[in-house]
């Protein structure tokens, strides 16, 4: 893919510049996983495990009965869970079906969630059996193209005796009653044979998700990525990803398959971060999956994925600044052993390095911090997973086959020196056909530079002198000061620094003397107290005048995205809602 190799010194060793064999049915990941590691435990919730061989029988079935209700090739399935062990064999099962796997947020209200039902044209839904989610689902497939609802309920997934249990004391979640015409998943996976159609899949042109992004800033929209779009990415991370293993000091080899392996699935799988770097990388590696529907249980927050961390052992977890947030300033951490925890991949967001280095001092694991989108299935770019090489506040390097340029902010066209700020663009067999019926949004994401299709990512950075590239901050998100460029990830970081602050969103508000002003919202950690004069003292002593917040606001909670993502734009709003 890439006209010539990524200009660095810093390249890791023994990693390839360019990568083949993506070119395949995703689906086929479920099926060599079955076939080479059969009985090797696949996915684990509450204690309960299921094999390889198991989640293939329950996804064949699966594709079995949506053929059965008339689901063809291209046809989209939307899949409403949180991270339940139903997921993954649902996920595939749509995908075994020839069908389009829509992924939505167990959180959307009926709005939120019909919008998206309709703009996919889905005529399908998988949902929990809850008190809530599931009459959200009823309410959300009025006037749409959804005939068949699946309703999954959790008992049969857990451990016979908590089952038992579970349902004797009425502690098992589900709905208060079922709409006429709603199916059981049970009963669905009981009723149909595990005889997938045969559908040919011509994975570079077919689709294998629509997921919707763009919530935060704006109306979603549909990016639709194809069956090679994942496994591309799917196979760079193998080829990228290097550690050193026990049994093995000094010796750096990359992710071992059949078992070795335990990924922590703290990250939502309706979300592409969450989806290609917990679920399907264990799948692809034959590793274990440890299935958390929700990361903030416990009393306090946090505390329950900590107790599965003990006991289960992950080494891999993929996650988002907020969530290392949360586990260096749980303040419980001490109590539990988190030495399992080999790696650590930081995305979704910039990871203040203050935050990196509170994390890895205080657990003893490695966070490497790569870069995506959405749009890109996600990973375009990450940090050499060696100490040695890494850059702590950088993004790395593009992963094999995929090229990066900086491109001037105004013509979208025209690459900047190296070290001057511009928009990121992205090319690479991981990024999407366009948005799912959009053509002038997709149009105006896209521009052909030297024969070759880059994606524009609305974010600014640069390469720095060592070949590392640097997100400055999201276009959009850019706070003009006097003239002045201030960008908000680079205020955050400076003011993570300070001792007091567990959480910090930084926002442009308008101001009639220099058109913006910055102001910064702020948690502080629990069992402090702290001033807005402290505050100030510490960016006029740490940061330029034109970067310091004029305004500063303690509040007890900072909006996050269910990723985990901090929503500057409702705090935006919020400003202008005041006048």
């Known amino acids: 893919m890439t006209s010539a190799p990524w200009s660095t010194p810093n390249w890791p060793e023994g990693v390839p510049h360019d990568i083949a064999d993506y070119d395949q049915p995703l689906f086929d990941l479920l099926d060599e996983a079955a076939r080479d590691y059969p009985n090797q435990t696949y996915t684990v919730f509450n204690d309960a495990p299921r094999t390889f061989a198991q989640v293939k029988d329950t996804a064949d079935r699966i594709a079995n009965f949506l053929h059965a209700q008339g689901i063809r090739k291209g046809d989209r399935v939307a899949i409403f869970l949180p991270n339940l062990p139903h997921y993954p064999a649902i996920y595939f099962g749509i995908l075994k079906a020839g069908a389009v796997c829509v992924t939505c947020n167990p959180l959307y209200t009926p709005t939120e969630l019909n919008y998206q039902l309709n703009d996919a044209g889905a005529k399908a839904l998988f949902c929990m059996d809850h008190p809530q989610f599931y009459p959200t689902t009823v309410k959300a497939v009025q006037d749409t193209a959804v005939e068949t609802v699946v309703i999954c309920n959790v008992k049969s997934y857990l451990p016979p005796l908590k089952g038992f249990l579970g349902g004797l004391l009425g502690k098992i979640p589900k709905a208060d009653s079922h709409a006429p015409g709603h199916l059981m998943f049970d009963d669905v996976v009981r009723g149909a044979q595990p005889k997938p159609p045969k559908v040919e899949i011509d994975p570079s042109e077919d689709l294998a998700l629509i997921i919707y992004t763009g919530g935060t800033t704006g109306v979603p929209k549909g990016a639709a990525l194809t069956h090679s779009n994942f496994v591309y990415d799917l196979r760079a991370l193998e080829t990228w990803a290097k550690f050193e293993y026990p049994d093995k000091p000094g010796v750096r080899e990359g992710i071992r398959q059949g078992g070795?392996?335990?990924?922590?699935?703290?990250?939502?799988?309706?979300?592409?971060?969450?989806?290609?770097?917990?679920?399907?990388?264990?799948?692809?590696?034959?590793?274990?999956?440890?299935?958390?529907?929700?990361?903030?249980?416990?009393?306090?927050?946090?505390?329950?994925?900590?107790?599965?961390?003990?006991?289960?052992?992950?080494?891999?977890?993929?996650?988002?600044?907020?969530?290392?947030?949360?586990?260096?300033?749980?303040?419980?951490?001490?109590?539990?052993?988190?030495?399992?925890?080999?790696?650590?991949?930081?995305?979704?967001?910039?990871?203040?390095?203050?935050?990196?280095?509170?994390?890895?001092?205080?657990?003893?694991?490695?966070?490497?911090?790569?870069?995506?989108?959405?749009?890109?299935?996600?990973?375009?770019?990450?940090?050499?997973?060696?100490?040695?090489?890494?850059?702590?506040?950088?993004?790395?390097?593009?992963?094999?086959?995929?090229?990066?340029?900086?491109?001037?902010?105004?013509?979208?066209?025209?690459?900047?020196?190296?070290?001057?700020?511009?928009?990121?663009?992205?090319?690479?067999?991981?990024?999407?056909?366009?948005?799912?019926?959009?053509?002038?949004?997709?149009?105006?994401?896209?521009r052909e530079i030297d024969g070759q299709r880059y994606f524009l990512t609305g974010d600014i950075g640069h390469v720095d002198e060592d070949g590392y590239i640097i997100i400055t901050d999201r276009k959009k998100d850019m706070i003009l000061v006097g003239g002045f460029n201030v960008y908000p990830r680079e205020v955050e970081d400076i003011l993570f620094t300070h001792p007091k602050v567990e959480l910090v969103a930084v926002v442009g508000v308008p101001d009639a003397k220099s058109g913006e002003t910055v102001k910064a919202f702020i948690k502080v950690k629990e069992g402090e107290s702290c001033t807005e004069e402290e505050i100030l003292a510490f960016c006029k002593e740490n940061m330029a005048g034109y970067k310091r917040p004029k305004l500063i606001e303690f509040r007890d909670e900072i909006p996050v995205s269910n990723v985990g993502k901090v929503l500057r734009r409702v705090l935006r709003d919020e400003e202008r809602e005041k006048g």
């Open 260 to 446: 070795y392996h335990c990924y922590l699935g703290v990250l939502p799988w309706y979300h592409s971060f969450g989806m290609t770097v917990a679920m399907l990388s264990a799948c692809g590696s034959g590793s274990r999956l440890i299935c958390v529907p929700d990361p903030r249980a416990g009393d306090p927050p946090f505390t329950e994925v900590l107790k599965i961390v003990q006991k289960q052992r992950p080494t891999l977890m993929p996650a988002v600044p907020t969530i290392f947030v949360a586990f260096t300033n749980h303040p419980l951490l001490d109590q539990y052993d988190l030495t399992s925890l080999m790696g650590c991949f930081s995305g979704g967001a910039p990871l203040p390095p203050e935050v990196c280095k509170q994390f890895e001092d205080k657990t003893g694991a490695v966070i490497f911090e790569g870069y995506g989108l959405s749009e890109t299935a996600p990973v375009a770019t990450s940090n050499p997973t060696f100490q040695d090489t890494r850059k702590i506040g950088s993004i790395g390097f593009p992963v094999p086959g995929t090229d990066i340029k900086i491109l001037n902010v105004e013509s979208s066209e025209v690459e900047v020196p190296r070290g001057e700020d511009g928009e990121v663009a992205i090319c690479g067999p991981q990024v999407m056909k366009g948005y799912w019926n959009r053509p002038a949004e997709t149009e105006a994401v896209f």
